[in-house]
C-alpha cells in the first residue's frame, strides 16, 4: 500500500512548533566550574532537562539491562541473555566475572540514527549561561533566540523519532505518510528573513508579533497554489491555538480544492510536558491517510477541518475555550464534531456538515471576480463607489483586497443618555468615517443581545443603519455563539456564526458582491434607494444562510 502524500503549512504564533527555552544543563554548569540552577526551595534538582540533539560523532554506551521499566526483572525468565557484564572496573565482558558485574546490552549510537535526548551544553558567547530565550530579560531581538520552527520539519522529525505510540512503536507519521514541507506566515524565520513581515511568533514575549490583515492574502495563495499542484493528497495547516480557528473557517470559505485540509494546533509548546501537539498532528495524518473524508467520487466531503484531542470539528463551528488540553468546543449550540480518530487509530465520522464547503463554496477564490467596487467619501463629501482590484492576472488574491471589517459589541446600558440620541455615539461615526477613508472594502459585524443579534442600545442601532445606507454592509449575531440572528431587512442575519466567523464571511462576501449601493444621503435613503439596498442585502444573506 503506497503512503499518502501530504503537505504542511507552517502557520504563524503556532505553539505546536513551539519550544521550551533552551537553558543552559547543570552538567554544562560543573563542567565549567559555574554552580548549579537550583530549585524554588534552593535544592540541587534531582535530574537535567533533555533535549533533542544530533550526535556528531559515534558513540559506544553501555545499557543496564531491565532498567527500561520497574518490573521488567520480575519476568527475567522471558528474557535472552543480555550482551554482556560490565564490571565495577568499567570494563566489559561478555561472560560475567564478578557477581557484582551488571548485566548490559552494547549499543553504538550512530549520528544518522537521529535525535537523541541529551543535556544542553552552549553557553552564551560571555560565558554566562542561557537562562531564557534572550541573553538578558526585555533584550533587544540581536540578544534573543528563537524557540519556533522555521517549518515542520524539525517537528515532524521529533514526532517521528521521540513520541511513542500506543503500540511501542515510532514512526507515527512517516509510517502513514511522505510529507512536503512548507512555509505561509511562519512562526519562525532565519535572516534576512523579518520579525513582523516574514515571520510572525509570540516569543520572547516583548518582541511578539501577530499577523496584519494583508497576510491573509500571502495565505490564501499559498495553500490554494499547494492544493493546486496535483502533488499532494492532503494538506496540514499549523497555527497559533487562538487563531486556527479562523484561519480553517476561511479556508474552508477561500481554497477551492477536493483535497482535505486538515488543521492543527496546541495548548503546550512542543516538548513540554504533556504536549498535545504530535497526536494531533499524528491524528490529521491518519484522517487524511484514511480516506473516511472521501465521497464517492473521492471528493471532500467534510471541509475544511480542526483535529484535536481526536476530535474532528467542523472548522465553521469550532472556537477555542480554554488553553488547556481538551479546550476546543463546538459553537453555534450544532453538532460540530464531525467525529474521532480512536485509541486504536479507526477514524469515524458520524456528522457531515450541511453547509457548503471549499469546492462547493460560492465565494471561493475561483468564484471571485478579479474586480468589485468598494464605497468612500470623495472630496465633496459624498459617498462614492469605485473599483476595487480582487485578484491578480495570476488568479491570485491581492492583498489589498482583504477587507477591513470591524467587530461592533455593546452591553446592556451602551447609550450615553436619555434619548437615544444617535448623534452621541461618536465612536461609531468616527469608525464609519475612518473606513469611507480607507479606500478599501469596508464593513461591521454587530454582536448583539441573544439570540437574536439586535444590539443593546436603540441610539446605536441607528448609527449601525447609516453605516449600512452608507455602503457598508453590517452583519448581526447574538451574543455567545449559540442562538440564530433573527434576519432583517437591511442587515444581514448571520445564521449562529459567532462574530469572528461572520467577520470572516463578510469578508469574503465583500470581495465577491462588493459594497452596498450608497445613498445620496444616508440619514435619509429613498424609497427607491432603500429598495436597492435591500436586494443588495439579500445577496449576502443567501450565502450567510449556505456557508
Not at 463629501?381 to 492583498?399: Q, T
Amino acid at each position: 500500500m503506497s503512503k499518502v502524500r501530504i503537505a504542511h503549512i507552517a502557520g504563524p504564533t503556532a505553539t505546536i512548533q513551539n519550544t521550551p527555552p533552551l537553558v543552559t544543563s547543570n552538567k554544562a554548569r560543573e563542567k565549567q566550574g559555574l554552580p548549579p540552577r537550583l530549585n524554588p526551595d534552593g535544592s540541587q534538582p534531582a535530574f537535567d532537562p533533555l533535549r533533542p540533539q544530533r550526535l556528531a560523532a559515534p558513540a559506544h554506551i553501555y545499557v543496564e539491562q531491565f532498567s527500561a521499566h520497574p518490573l521488567e526483572s520480575d519476568a527475567a525468565n522471558l528474557y535472552a541473555a543480555p550482551d554482556g557484564y560490565l564490571g565495577e572496573d568499567g570494563v566489559f565482558h561478555r561472560e560475567r566475572q564478578n557477581a557484582s558485574d551488571k548485566p548490559v546490552y552494547e549499543i553504538e549510537l550512530r549520528p544518522e540514527d537521529g535525535l537523541y535526548p541529551l543535556p544542553y551544553m552552549a553557553f552564551q558567547a560571555d560565558g554566562a549561561p542561557w537562562e531564557q530565550e534572550c541573553a538578558v530579560p526585555g533584550a533587544p531581538k540581536e540578544q534573543a533566540r528563537q524557540t519556533f520552527f522555521p517549518d515542520g520539519s524539525r517537528l515532524f522529525e521529533e514526532i517521528d523519532r521521540l513520541s511513542v505510540g500506543g503500540d511501542g512503536m515510532a514512526n507515527s507519521i512517516s509510517s502513514m505518510a511522505t510529507v512536503s514541507f512548507y512555509r505561509a506566515a511562519p512562526s519562525g524565520g532565519a535572516a534576512p528573513e523579518q520579525r513582523g513581515k516574514d515571520f510572525f511568533a509570540y516569543q520572547p514575549r516583548h518582541l511578539g508579533a501577530q499577523t496584519p490583515r494583508p497576510a491573509l492574502a500571502t495565505i490564501t495563495n499559498e495553500i490554494q497554489r499547494i492544493a493546486d499542484s496535483g502533488a499532494q493528497d492532503g494538506l496540514i495547516w499549523t497555527q497559533g491555538s487562538p487563531q486556527v480557528e479562523e484561519t480553517s473557517y476561511w479556508f474552508n470559505l477561500l481554497i477551492d480544492t477536493t483535497l482535505p485540509i486538515c488543521c492543527n494546533a496546541a495548548q503546550r509548546t512542543h516538548g513540554q510536558m504533556s504536549n498535545d501537539g504530535p497526536k494531533n498532528i499524528a491524528d490529521s495524518t491518519r484522517f487524511i491517510a484514511s480516506r473516511a473524508w472521501a465521497d464517492a467520487g473521492g471528493r471532500n466531503k467534510c471541509g475544511t477541518v480542526v483535529i484535536q484531542e481526536q476530535q474532528i470539528f467542523a472548522a465553521r463551528d469550532v472556537a477555542k475555550g480554554d488553553a488547556r488540553p481538551g479546550g476546543y468546543i463546538v459553537t453555534g449550540g450544532s453538532g460540530g464534531i464531525l467525529g474521532h480518530v480512536g485509541h486504536f487509530g479507526v477514524v469515524s465520522l458520524t456528522y457531515l456538515p450541511a453547509y457548503k464547503h471549499t469546492y462547493l463554496s460560492e465565494v471561493n477564490i475561483n468564484r471571485l471576480p478579479a474586480v468589485t467596487h468598494a464605497v468612500r467619501k470623495a472630496d465633496n463629501g459624498a459617498i462614492e463607489s469605485f473599483e476595487v482590484a480582487v485578484k491578480d492576472a495570476k488568479n491570485g488574491l491581492l492583498a489589498d483586497a482583504i477587507p477591513v471589517v470591524s467587530i461592533v459589541k455593546d452591553g446592556a446600558y451602551s447609550t450615553l443618555d436619555y434619548g437615544d440620541d444617535p448623534a452621541l455615539e461618536t465612536d461609531l461615526h468616527a469608525s464609519i468615517a475612518h473606513k469611507l477613508g480607507l479606500n478599501r472594502l469596508t464593513g461591521f459585524v454587530i454582536e448583539g443581545l441573544t439570540p437574536y443579534g439586535h444590539s443593546a442600545s436603540t441610539a446605536r442601532e441607528k448609527v449601525m443603519l447609516q453605516a449600512v445606507y452608507s455602503g457598508l454592509p453590517v452583519c448581526r449575531v447574538g451574543r455567545g455563539g449559540q442562538g440564530f440572528a433573527d434576519p432583517h431587512p437591511y442587515q444581514i442575519a448571520a445564521s449562529n456564526l459567532t462574530a469572528t466567523k461572520a467577520r470572516l464571511l463578510l469578508m469574503a462576501c465583500l470581495m465577491k458582491f462588493g459594497s452596498l449601493p450608497p445613498a445620496k444621503d444616508p440619514k435619509n435613503p429613498t424609497a427607491d434607494e432603500l429598495t436597492e439596498i435591500r436586494a443588495a442585502i439579500a445577496t449576502y444573506q443567501a450565502v450567510f444562510l449556505s456557508h
